[in-house]
């Protein structure tokens, strides 16, 4: 359907695996002309964009995979930058890159060197790869999209999408570094989306609830109860499968999504709606 149309140039982060990967193949199977994986797991990445060919749907697909660490803005300015070579634009940016505490203890506690590893990545990384791609977002041209009656709806220069989590609304014991990092990203979701709107760029945040990925695997290592507090907590009783989250990734980044700004979405089935206990 071509309200649903994406079929521009991708660009993600964390690409490797989780959320990242399910947004980059959502992309690909959406119609996308290009997807490039970013990771810091640079072998996990190029396996990734292989087999993506597999299911891409745009005939014309191209995909490539980089080492990028969002933490180091030299290695961003250089793959972005090969990027633009290689593919003349960039419409999407998904930041999914993100880490978690490594260890759930409490304040005052807690390590201040893990704080500022987990901000780096989480906050400052977006920043870090939203200005890297902004600057080549706001030089190229709008694109538009012609509706079923002819007329014509602009799609702007660009979108981004932030992955943020219900914990930027909500707290968990012994997490103060993740936590105030996913708070810190929906304010600067808001604060990118200010700034660049009049550019016809729009910035949005997704915030899952549990994801079934490797993030969530280590998390079940450390406190293995929450398997049972996820099946009372959330309403439908389980936890969300990584496509459920990047699917809606793609379609924030659609026609369908155009007065869709500065906003963060929740997509948790309804566990920030209810103590089900
Ligand atoms: N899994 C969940 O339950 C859940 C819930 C809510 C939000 N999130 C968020 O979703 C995002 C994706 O997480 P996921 O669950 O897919 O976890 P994941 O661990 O599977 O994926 C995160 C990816 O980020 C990459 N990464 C880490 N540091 C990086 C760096 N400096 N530069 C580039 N890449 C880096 C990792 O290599 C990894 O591939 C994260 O921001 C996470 O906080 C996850």
Redesign the pocket.
């Known amino acids: 359907m071509s309200f649903f149309r994406t079929d521009g140039v991708a660009v993600v982060?964390?690409?490797?695996?989780?959320?990242?990967?399910?947004a980059a193949n959502a992309f690909a199977e959406a119609g996308a002309a290009a997807v490039i994986f970013?990771?810091?797991?640079e072998d996990?990445v190029k396996a990734n964009a292989e087999e993506s060919k597999s299911f891409a749907s745009n005939s014309d697909y191209k995909t490539a995979a980089y080492y990028?660490?969002?933490?180091?803005p030299k290695?961003v300015d250089d793959v972005i930058a090969r990027v633009v070579t290689e593919f003349g634009r960039i419409d999407y940016l998904v930041?999914?890159?993100?880490?978690?505490t490594e260890r759930y203890v409490p304040v005052p506690e807690n390590d201040m060197e893990d704080y500022d590893r987990v901000m780096?990545?989480?906050t400052k990384?977006i920043l870090i790869t939203s200005r890297a791609v902004i600057k080549v977002m706001e030089k190229q041209e709008p694109r538009t999209f012609t509706k079923r009656n002819g007329t014509i709806r602009g799609l702007g220069r660009g979108v981004i999408v932030n992955?943020?989590?219900?914990?930027s609304f909500a707290a968990q014991p012994g997490k103060v570094a993740?936590i105030t990092?996913?708070h810190a990203?929906i304010g600067m979701t808001k604060s990118l989306a200010m700034d660049v709107a009049s550019k016809g760029i729009r910035v949005n945040a997704i915030?899952?609830?549990?994801?079934?990925?490797?993030?969530?695997h280590?998390?079940l290592q450390k406190i293995p109860q929450i398997i049972e507090f996820i099946k009372r907590a959330v309403p439908i009783g389980r936890?969300?499968e990584?496509e459920e989250?990047g699917e809606n990734v793609v379609a924030l980044c659609s026609p369908a999504g155009t007065y869709i700004n500065g906003a963060p979405i929740i997509i948790d089935a309804g566990l920030t709606l209810t103590v089900n206990l």
Do not use: F, R
């Not at 990028?68 to 180091?72: G, N």
């Open positions: 982060t964390g690409a490797a695996g989780g959320i990242g990967l399910a970013t990771d810091i797991q996990k990028m660490d969002v933490t180091d290695s930041n999914s890159a993100g880490v978690d780096a990545v989480n990384g992955v943020t989590s219900v914990l993740y990092s996913k990203a915030c899952p609830g549990w994801v079934n990925t490797p993030m969530h280590t998390e936890v969300a990584p989250i």
